[in-house]
């Protein structure tokens, strides 16, 4: 959603590949729509709203398929808590950068670090497009108070190891709990799960909103029929599920 805005704001076209039938990345329809004029290819991993993952083959097979001056962003917004999920088969950004300059990889402490009001997110590339960035960012775009709180996160490996383990007992617990008639729990390496409700998700909402439990409806996302629900700590995700379970069976 905001990289399409972002290409609009640009002035450039934006370009939406078809998925999967369960809404992950379809590599042959995003091949098929790479054309000579195509310069930058976007792709979550974990995806949002749906937590899927890009495997390392899936991101060589774009690589391979892209005109020589494209690049293909990495957005691993969620790469820590897809490190709780060893099972899944994911592209690793930083190995992919070091075999072809073409990679940039974008990550956050806005999210596993907790420090989302300090707006402190980095881009790892190779030097001329850094330089290339340098050009277009503001000078100053992160305050010393946030720095200092980025080095002092990546120290704090208990608490990465800790959320980890919360969120990946919160989707396990909503993928096993929430699968109600009609409903689908979408496979996720994040902190979210995405549900399709199979009806109109807005009224869902709205009936939770009421009773105390926010989720977010995927309308805007193209998905009308989907909530997002995030990970919580155990006696909260019991709450929802409870609330979730009154909600769609009523």
């Keep these: 959603m905001s990289y399409r805005l972002s290409a609009q704001v640009a002035g450039r076209k934006f370009v939406a590949a078809k998925t999967t039938v369960d809404l ?3 590599t042959d329809a995003l091949i098929a729509a790479i054309t000579p004029r195509t310069r930058l290819i976007l792709l979550g991993s974990p995806n949002n709203p749906t937590g899927s993952v890009v495997s390392d083959a899936e991101a060589r097979r774009v690589l391979a398929a892209m005109p ?9 917004a969620y790469f820590e808590y897809a490190q709780a999920w060893p099972e899944f088969s994911r592209a690793d950004g930083l190995a992919l950068l070091r075999s072809d300059p073409r990679v940039v990889v974008l990550r956050t402490f806005s999210k596993i670090y907790g420090l989302a009001g300090l707006r402190v997110g ?9 330089e290339l960035l340098g050009r277009v960012t503001r000078t100053f775009h992160v305050g010393t108070l946030a720095q200092a709180a980025a080095l002092a996160a990546l ?3 208990e608490f990465v190891a800790r959320s980890q383990a919360v969120a990946r007992q919160a989707v ?3 993928r096993d709990q929430l699968q109600l008639a009609g409903s689908t729990v979408y496979r996720s390496a994040a902190n979210f799960v995405l549900v399709n409700l199979g009806r109109p998700a807005e009224p869902i909402y709205q009936a939770l909103l009421k009773k105390g439990v926010i ?12 909530i997002r ?3 919580a700590l155990p006696s909260d995700v019991l709450r929802v599920i409870a609330a979730v ?4 069976g009523s």
């Design 155 to 157: 120290g704090d490996t």
């Design 68 to 76: 020589a001056d494209c690049l293909l962003v990495l957005d691993e």
């Design 245 to 248: 379970h009154d909600v769609v």
């Design 122 to 130: 980095y881009a790892i590339a190779a030097p001329g497009v850094i």
């Design 24 to 26: 992950a990345l379809d």
């Design 172 to 174: 396990e617990a909503y």
């Design 215 to 226: 989720v977010r409806p995927m309308a805007a996302w193209g998905l009308p029929t989907c």
């Design 229 to 231: 629900i995030s990970a």
